[in-house]
């Protein structure tokens, strides 16, 4: 489903970019999106025949004027430094700007479009002078999950595969809805890591973005018992072999390093937390962890935003940490060199988060703590997550541990 859709806004944005003007199509092409050097971003659409046309996203909904030549446009107030999302919504519809080759798409859908907003000072996760790494995209039959999927790896500038060294490595993990690709085209991962090698405040690493499903309907089936259970198996017996025999990666446990967003939060510990023999470093961003198998049905319904903490406080049972991790003692994560837990102070899963962290001191282990104020569930603080995580990767000294 995700390759037709995939084909479908192919096919969609071809014919809209014929109908938007161009070379030897009469109407001059419209420019969408159009920053400008204040922040203020413009959108086009020329769609002569709508009656109604409106940019969503972008944290507001624009109405849209159409002028003399069939051209909606609107403009936003000024916008902060980030990356942006958003699509247009045409009598109803919505679409992808076809005059944007930039979007970020999503598990059976064609997502959104992409805008950057840069500041007049350097963003960590906006391209800098210096060299640039590489992301390649592979694909594989999943046996144990039973499905066509695919994970991107990163390798660093200079990567030498051939260096006597081998690469630590990055497993960095997405949200529920989202698909392996989208920690390198809105979480702009690749570029953050770039900057922060190159600035010597980072090693270099290689990092792997995988499909974050334990299920093949993904997001639909997310909430099951076994869905985290069985992404772990296919993480640790499928994607990590593939990845140690196409890279110069460590197979020593002190050079992995496993992290995510929101459901990647919780997946990253659930991994990390199991496979101590495997990994030394754990990151979660604004986990979910209200997707880990309960120990008993929840006594309410989630609130409106499932997973993504948009509404309301969502809480789990000390039960249910104990049914996730029920060999956890304080003597097998001492071998963690860090376990590192953030989230957002207005996020609604922060009140889960606080939950999980107050089992993790009841059974004394160590964990970093860290709570954001003025966020909520937001790509602009996953991005300073990484960008402060990323620095604390694989710099510890001491014996290495394969």
């Known amino acids: 489903m995700r390759f037709q859709s995939a084909m479908l806004l192919c096919v969609f944005v071809g014919w809209n970019a014929w109908a938007q003007g161009g070379p030897g199509r009469g109407a001059p092409p419209v420019k969408s999106p159009e920053v400008s050097p204040d922040g203020r971003v413009t959108f086009r659409l020329r769609a002569p025949e709508a009656s109604q046309v409106a940019v969503a996203g972008i944290g507001q909904r624009l109405a849209m004027q159409k002028d003399d030549q069939g051209v909606w446009s609107a403009t936003t107030d000024p916008l902060k430094p980030d990356i942006y999302t958003y699509s247009f919504n045409v009598d109803g519809a919505t679409v992808n700007d076809p005059r944007n080759p930039y979007f970020k798409s999503g598990y059976g859908s064609a997502g959104q479009s992409l805008v950057y907003v840069l500041g007049s000072g350097p963003s960590v996760w906006a391209p800098a002078e210096g060299p640039r790494g590489t992301v390649a995209h592979h694909f594989y039959k999943s046996e144990i999950i039973g499905d066509n999927r695919d994970f991107y790896v990163y390798t660093p500038p200079g990567y030498d595969a051939k260096r006597k060294e081998p690469y630590p490595v990055l497993f960095l993990l997405h949200g529920l809805g989202d698909d392996a690709a989208a920690w390198t085209n809105v979480g702009a991962a690749n570029v953050i890591l770039d900057n922060l090698i190159n600035r010597g405040a980072a090693k270099p690493m290689v990092m792997v973005n995988t499909l974050g499903y334990g299920t093949s309907d993904g997001p639909a089936g997310a909430m099951g018992a076994n869905m985290i259970p069985t992404f772990t198996r296919a993480l640790i017996e499928e994607v990590l072999p593939q990845v140690e025999r196409t890279y110069h990666v460590s197979q020593d446990r002190t050079q992995r390093a496993i992290a995510g967003l929101s459901m990647g939060g919780a997946e990253s510990l659930y991994v990390g937390l199991h496979n101590t023999d495997r990994f030394a470093y754990i990151g979660s961003f604004s986990g979910a962890f209200v997707m880990w198998p309960r120990a008993s049905p929840p006594s309410a319904s989630p609130p409106s935003g499932g997973a993504r903490g948009g509404r309301g406080p969502q809480t789990m049972q000390d039960a249910d940490f104990d049914k996730n991790f029920p060999d956890l003692t304080a003597k097998s994560a001492s071998r963690l060199r860090l376990v590192w837990i953030a989230c957002g102070l207005d996020d609604g899963l922060n009140t889960v988060n606080r939950q ?21 569930h937001v790509w602009p603080l996953w991005r300073e997550n990484l960008a402060a995580l990323a620095p604390l990767l694989f710099q510890s000294g001491g014996k290495s541990e394969k």
């Open 356 to 376: 999980f962290k107050t089992w993790l001191k009841s059974k004394d282990i160590q964990f970093t703590d860290i709570e954001v104020p003025g966020y909520a």
